[in-house]
T-cell receptor, first 115, second 115 residues
Framework: AQSVTQPDIHITVSEGASLELRCNYS??????LFWYVQSPGQGLQLLLK??????LVQGIKGFEAEFKRSQSSFNLRKPSVHWSDAAEYFC?????????????FGKGTKLSVIP | DGGITQSPKYLFRKEGQNVTLSCEQN?????MYWYRQDPGQGLRLIYY???????QKGDIAEGYSVSREKKESFPLTVTSAQKNPTAFYLC??????????????FGSGTQLSVL
């Protein structure tokens, strides 16, 4: 079964610092990969997705992510964090070969931002 | 504005009681989903529906039931058989095409607690 690992439960960064959130997947076929963000008590919002093509994808709010097949990773990055980026971030994967409608989510990384 | 509406925002259940969570969307999406979110556990799929009058179990369907009588509505019933119902419940929808998982739109959630 596919699985998604987000090794960092909680990360704290200073405002203006760079950010990298890690995501690793366990999967045989070509995965479809996603990053979602959730503010407290709210639903999730799609930041970016990777299906194929350029392995560096740009998303909303200045985020980007790079797909590295050799490392089974899809890490999320932002060059300069803003206080409003404090939230929980979820990596997710879909089996592109199974016709599945089911996203498998990681357990999330909570981001705190120090002013 | 188009979107997904979940109600109520907070819900309390007594022992042995069934409760129903509402989810309505005006996005004209064919596919709808229910997720359960526990702290530190990410999102887990309860049920999903790709078309009216049809739905499938997700990973944790036991103790839950759904119906899909209208395209716009996908209510979730938490039955008395669900012994640990306290969680944050998220409803989502997407277009039902070959890439139905391409982007999920989420509601703002219902927090269910046991009295």
């Amino acid at each position: 079964a596919q699985s998604v690992t987000q090794p960092d439960i909680h990360i704290t960064v200073s405002e203006g610092a760079s950010l990298e959130l890690r995501c690793n997947y366990s999967y045989g076929a070509t995965p479809y990969l996603f990053w979602y963000v959730q503010s407290p008590g709210q639903g999730l919002q799609l930041l970016l997705k990777y299906f194929s093509g350029d392995t560096l994808v740009q998303g909303i709010k200045g985020f980007e992510a790079e797909f590295k097949r050799s490392q089974s990773s899809f890490n999320l990055r932002k060059p300069s964090v803003h206080w409003s980026d404090a939230a929980e971030y979820f990596c997710a994967v879909v089996d592109s070969g199974a016709g599945s409608y089911q996203l498998t989510f990681g357990k999330g990384t909570k981001l705190s931002v120090i002013p | 504005d188009g979107g997904i509406t979940q109600s109520p925002k907070y819900l309390f259940r007594k022992e042995g009681q069934n409760v129903t969570l509402s989810c309505e969307q005006n996005l004209n999406h064919d596919a709808m989903y229910w997720y359960r979110q526990d702290p530190g556990q990410g999102l887990r799929l309860i049920y999903y529906s790709q078309i009216v009058n049809d739905f499938q179990k997700g990973d944790i369907a036991e103790g839950y039931s759904v119906s899909r009588e209208k395209k716009e509505s996908f209510p979730l019933t938490v039955t008395s058989a669900q012994k640990n119902p306290t969680a944050f419940y998220l409803c989502a929808s997407s277009t039902s095409t070959g890439t139905a998982y391409e982007k999920l739109f989420f509601g703002s959630g219902t927090q269910l607690s046991v009295l």
